[in-house]
């Protein structure tokens, strides 16, 4: 899905546009994020553009190298940044809250504060 993509929104279940907003941590952007343009629910995030990784592919190709152990990296990388792992996460029994913000966040919302909590105990 992309932004301009004519789909059927699973929350108002109307045929709308595909919009691409901005994803907020506190006053932060910390994303994009597809909305749907009539009642402005998340659809999901944008993918990766193709024309990039066609080119990637195509270098790689030329090069004769193996990328699938370099982009087989990136989701494991991504999913460890969530907030459930990062330092500035508050212990709270019923929600997750960030220190930063002061707000609640979700486990798996990826910020640019990430900051490793494993690291900061050793
Ligand atoms: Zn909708």
Redesign the pocket.
């Known amino acids: 899905m992309k932004a301009g993509d004519i789909v059927t929104?699973?929350?108002?279940?109307?045929r709308?546009v595909v919009k691409l907003g901005k994803k907020f941590s506190g006053w932060q952007v910390c994303g994009e994020v597809l909305t749907?343009?009539?009642?402005?629910?998340e659809l999901g995030t944008p993918e990766k553009a193709k024309s990039d990784s066609s080119a990637r592919d195509k270098l790689a190709a030329l090069l004769g190298g193996d990328e699938t152990e370099h982009v087989s990296l990136a989701p494991g990388e991504e999913y460890r940044r969530g907030c459930r792992n990062c330092a500035h996460r508050l212990e709270h029994p019923f929600k997750m809250l960030c220190g930063l913000t002061r707000s609640e966040v979700e486990p798996m919302h990826v910020c640019p504060e990430f900051r490793d909590r494993e690291e900061k105990g050793k």
């Open positions: 929104c699973p929350h108002c279940g109307e709308t749907c343009a009539l009642c402005s629910a």
